[in-house]
Every structure is written in structure tokens, then in C-alpha cells.
């Protein structure tokens, strides 16, 4: 299985609501990323998880909060987003330690912040 | 830190010509180079990967060469196909960093 899965693929949420994006991989990698993506833009990093601890956070606004459960999940917990934030939000992982290796990228999800 | 600047931002070619994009980064210490394709509305996925004890790899209508002393790498796309229309990115990371730089990309037409 050399797929990364996201969900939702799609999401609309106010200003106030409380979210949740989800990312699940099965290929042993033991580092996966959150990246923001704007129209015509290359991806953004904004957390890297090595070995399920937090090794990079690209000053991202505290209202993005992640978290790595296991091995195999990521999540990325949403709160007070503002309009801005709207984005494809793409998930990836990748070897890990001893890289740099391929990153394999989830098919993303499309947030709309209303 | 690292930069890496990309060009041309968008391309047209023929189908059945070639097509060069190019990459120079700024981190002499950068040693592993990826190309990915973004076909729209899609993840982005690599098509092409370079290490920097390599001057050039070949995958089928697919190449890239790189040039530690100039600090840049390229793609080239021979026999275009209209199914190569897409963004590509170019991108740079160290040994050891698991943070890729990635390059603004090129949007790639092929006209029929």
C-alpha cells in the first residue's frame, strides 16, 4: 500500500467552528507533514512529525494545532480559522530518519473558511 | 537557509517537442533533488528524484541533470504528450533535514 489517505476531501466551516483534518498512511513511514496549499502555489510546510514527535513547526498560528496519535495517524485540529485560511491542505510522508526520501502526498483537503 | 528559484513560471510546446525546466538552489550543502508534477486538481507526485553523487538520471521520456559546481538541476520532457500538461515543482533538501524547498513551479502547456 503506497497510499496516503485524507479526510474530509472537502470542508466548509465559520469562523468559531472546531474541526478536524484527518491523514493515515500504511507504509511504515515514520515521518509525515502538514503542508498549506494556495492556487498556483507551490506547497507550504507547516509541521513535520519524526517518530511521532513534533521536529519542525513553521511558526504556524497557533488556531492550527497537530497531533500524531501513532505511527500511522495525523490530524490537524482547526479553531478560529480565519477567511485567509482557506487552502488545500495536503498531508505527505515520508522514510524518515536517514533521508531525505520521497515524500508521498494525500490527495488533500479543500477548506473553505466562511 | 535554502532558496530555490524556478523558471520559466509557465511553459507551451508543442506536443511531440521538448521541454526544459530549470532549477538553481543556494545551499551548496543540498544533496537530494525531486521533481513533482501537480496535474490540477491533484496531489503532487514525484516523477523524477536526484542524489548529488549523480550527474544525471533518466526515466523514459523523462531526465534531469544536475550541476553541483553551478548550483542548478533541470528536467527535460522529450516527446511531450498532451497527458504531460501540468504544474511541476522542483525542490532541494539536506541529508539529515527532513524539510524539502521546494521552487514556485512552472505551469507546462502542450498544444495540440
Known amino acids: 500500500d503506497t497510499e496516503v489517505t485524507q479526510t474530509p476531501k472537502h470542508l466548509v466551516m465559520g469562523m468559531t467552528n472546531k474541526k478536524s483534518l484527518k491523514c493515515e498512511q500504511h507504509m511504515g513511514h515514520r515521518a509525515m507533514y502538514w503542508y498549506k496549499q494556495k492556487a498556483k502555489k507551490p506547497p507550504e510546510l507547516m509541521f513535520v512529525?519524526?517518530?511521532?514527535?513534533?521536529?519542525i513547526n513553521e511558526s504556524v498560528p497557533s488556531r492550527f494545532s497537530p497531533e500524531c496519535p501513532n505511527s500511522s495517524l495525523l490530524n490537524l485540529h482547526l479553531h478560529a480559522l480565519q477567511p485567509e485560511d482557506s487552502a488545500l491542505y495536503l498531508c505527505a510522508s515520508s522514510q524518515g530518519q536517514g533521508g531525505p526520501y520521497e515524500q508521498y502526498f494525500g490527495p488533500g483537503t479543500r477548506l473553505t473558511v466562511t | 537557509g535554502e532558496n530555490v528559484e524556478q523558471h520559466p513560471s509557465t511553459l507551451s510546446v508543442q506536443e511531440g517537442d521538448s521541454a526544459v525546466i530549470k532549477c538553481t538552489y543556494s545551499d551548496s550543502a543540498s544533496n537530494y533533488f525531486p521533481w513533482y508534477k501537480q496535474e490540477l486538481g491533484k496531489r503532487p507526485q514525484l516523477i523524477i528524484d536526484i542524489r548529488s553523487n549523480v550527474g544525471e538520471k533518466k526515466d523514459q521520456r523523462i531526465a534531469v541533470t544536475l550541476n553541483k559546481t553551478a548550483k542548478h538541476f533541470s528536467l527535460h520532457i522529450t516527446e511531450t504528450q498532451p497527458e504531460d500538461s501540468a504544474v511541476y515543482f522542483c525542490a532541494a533538501s539536506i541529508s539529515g533535514n527532513d524539510k524539502i524547498i521546494f521552487g514556485k513551479g512552472t505551469r507546462l502547456h502542450i498544444l495540440p
Open positions: 512529525y519524526s517518530y511521532e514527535k513534533l521536529s
